[in-house]
């Protein structure tokens, strides 16, 4: 019973940032319906920039992770205009190729630039090395600050769809975009708003994977990113509450069965719960009826 | 039948023995040396795959990222039969039983997931490959696992690589052409449509994808013949995005451009190979600048040869008056 807490914990943190990721995901297939395979590079970026400014700069972790959180960001803008904004009207099919051009171009520039050694982040320091036990279940401040800062971020993000003006031209142009031009809703930086949103919180999660597993290198955002992706699609994709959701089911599912059986077989089983989520009720968890799709 | 000895039968044929002889005669000149030899036998494998995903993505409209899956099964069937039976009945049958299965896999993936549309079957097909990547990579007395299986007996050669390319090349035209293909290309135009004038979509969906699957199936059979080595590494997720880009490069609904762009991106990856570390970065560069001013790919939808030689053909004919 105490190892299925001690996992479960273990598996929280490793679904906030599945959640994290997730939720990128699904707010960009939300406003334009590509699967930006190019999200999951952000995530890796965010790690990078992370570690070269707890090393490189010696900042500490909170100033690490806004700056690599607005270096993705703009990342994130960036790309949005220079490769997907150019193809708004041609076929999806085409779309999404440019996405994967995008992730092979972030992918092997990172590897040009910083190598394409593994490296390990510096060791922590003050209130981050510290655990406590609860009950007998050990959880770490690293955990603590994870949980945190995903349930920070995400309360922000349902703020800013829900209650800003932003927000609202979000979820009008998810649900229609000609008709939310028509309104007058710049449907152009609506779509680059929610491109900044999703790799803000890509860089933030890159930053705590980095400080959470401790080592990063330029591939690693492949398989988290196709997971994270699983978990929007099993939450039902566009549905920012049910990214949520997804991402701690996936984390906690894939930790629970590293744990209790073979750890080659997570991915596997993680998978095997997609198709059948897609072959029993296709759109996802939270199903399409409720109309947020941002 | 009456077309089948055509001539545009001849026609075809007469290019294909063309083919055939000019690269042998390169080979037997040691014009192409062994190292553009393993090229010559990755472009002829990426043909296959993409001529067949072209069948499901191009044609039929079906949205599949797991064709690498199909291709790992064929390259691990035909790899353990060939182990045990070193000899050329054993490659013989090692592909066909690589292929056989493949198709079956294809059958039992296809029949549950190709209910789904566009994005939600992409994602399914990527979950299929990579659990059976994963259990390639779990069966550790049959598969060797991670490890891979090596020392996998060579019988490939030009001869056997133009004999699978071609013949894939024409059975899936073939296909096209006839009105299961049109089927094909109805469900792919609109499917409500296609339903609504009887075509049962569902039927046409899964056999575009068996013949891809069985097609797959043998592309990966002859991988594992021709480099002797396979591990589940190979057949990731990025095998399959890199047949679907050869799809989309060369035009979707076009087997030429399917043809031209796996002949491209083989030239090309060979002679960026001495700019190793930079040669990803031209690759993506290029693919997105291609996509961003060419997004319906270098053919479109286009076919390259039948117009080509039709013209040649008709300067042949005699000419007749024309209103």
Same mark, same amino acid.
């Given at each position: ?146 949980? @945190? ?5 995400? $309360? &922000?993000?349902?703020? %800013? ?5 932003? +927000? !609202?031209?979000? =979820? ?95 991915? @596997? ?5 997609? $198709? &059948?989520?897609?072959? %029993? ?5 939270? +199903? !399409?009826?409720? =109309?947020?799709?941002? | ?323």
């Amino acid at each position: 019973m105490e190892q299925l807490f001690q996992q479960i914990i273990n598996g929280i943190s490793l679904g906030s940032i599945y959640a994290l990721i997730a939720l990128g995901y699904t707010m960009v297939y939300g406003i334009i319906k590509l699967i930006n395979f190019a999200h999951s590079d952000i995530y890796m970026l965010g790690a990078f920039i992370g570690y070269f400014s707890m090393t490189t700069l010696k900042l500490g972790f909170v100033p690490s992770l806004l700056l690599s959180m607005v270096f993705c960001t703009i990342t994130g803008v960036v790309i949005e205009k220079v490769a997907y904004k150019p193809l708004r009207h041609a076929t999806r099919i085409a779309v999404l190729i440019t996405a994967i051009g995008v992730s092979l171009f972030i992918e092997y520039t990172t590897m040009a630039i910083a190598g394409a050694n593994v490296r390990s982040y510096p060791p922590l320091t003050g209130i981050l090395t510290k655990s406590f036990l609860l009950g007998n279940i050990n959880v770490s401040m690293q955990q603590v600050i994870i949980l @945190g800062i995903t349930i920070i971020l995400m $309360i &922000l993000l349902q703020f %800013i769809v829900k209650k800003t003006r932003i +927000g !609202k031209a979000m =979820r009008a142009v998810s649900l229609d975009s000609d008709a939310a031009e028509l309104m007058g809703i710049n449907v152009n930086t609506t779509i680059s708003f929610t491109f900044a949103l999703g790799s803000a919180l890509a860089g933030a999660a890159g930053i705590l994977v980095g400080i959470y597993y401790n080592s990063i290198n330029p591939l690693m955002g492949m398989l988290p990113g196709i997971k994270a992706f699983v978990a929007a699609v099993f939450g039902g994709i566009g549905i920012i509450p049910g990214a949520m959701i997804g991402g701690y089911f996936i984390g906690i599912v894939e930790v629970l069965v590293s744990g209790y059986s073979n750890s080659l077989y997570r991915d @596997g089983v993680v998978f095997a719960i997609l $198709i &059948l989520v897609l072959i %029993i009720k296709p759109t996802g968890l939270l +199903g !399409k009826n409720s =109309r947020e799709k941002v | 039948m009456k077309k089948l000895f055509g001539i545009n039968w001849i026609k075809t044929l007469v290019s294909l023995i063309l083919t055939f002889v000019i690269i042998q005669l390169l080979i037997s000149f040691n014009i192409i040396n062994s190292y553009l030899q393993s090229t010559l036998a990755a472009i002829c494998i990426n043909i296959i795959l993409a001529v067949s995903l072209n069948l499901i993505t191009g044609f039929t409209g079906q949205f599949s990222l797991g064709h690498a899956g199909f291709m790992s099964i064929g390259a691990y069937v035909c790899a353990l039969i060939t182990l045990r039976m070193p000899t050329i009945p054993g490659f013989i049958l090692g592909v066909l039983a690589g292929a056989i299965t493949a198709a079956i896999i294809g059958v039992i993936v296809g029949l549950p997931t190709l209910r789904l549309r566009g994005d939600y079957l992409a994602i399914a097909t990527l979950g299929m490959a990579e659990i059976i990547r994963i259990i390639f990579l779990n069966m550790d007395s049959i598969t060797n696992g991670a490890a891979g299986l090596s020392d996998i007996p060579q019988f490939t050669n030009w001869a056997w690589l133009f004999f699978y390319t071609a013949g894939t090349i024409i059975i899936i035209s073939n296909f096209i052409k006839s009105s299961h293909g049109r089927a094909c290309i109805s469900i792919r135009e609109d499917e409500i449509a296609a339903e609504a004038m009887g075509v049962n979509s569902t039927r046409y969906k899964v056999t575009a994808f068996t013949i891809g699957a069985f097609f797959a199936g043998i592309a990966g059979a002859l991988y594992a013949s021709t480099f002797n080595f396979i591990d589940p590494k190979i057949f990731g997720f990025s095998k399959s995005i890199d047949i679907l880009v050869i799809v989309v490069l060369g035009g979707l609904g076009s087997i030429s451009g399917s043809i031209v762009a796996a002949i491209l991106l083989g030239i090309i990856t060979t002679y960026l190979q001495a700019f190793a570390n930079i040669q990803m970065i031209l690759y993506s560069l290029s693919l997105i600048i291609i996509m961003i001013f060419r997004p319906q790919g270098l053919m479109g939808s286009k076919e390259l040869s039948l117009s080509i030689f039709s013209r040649l053909g008709e300067s042949f004919k005699p000419k007749k008056g024309r209103v």
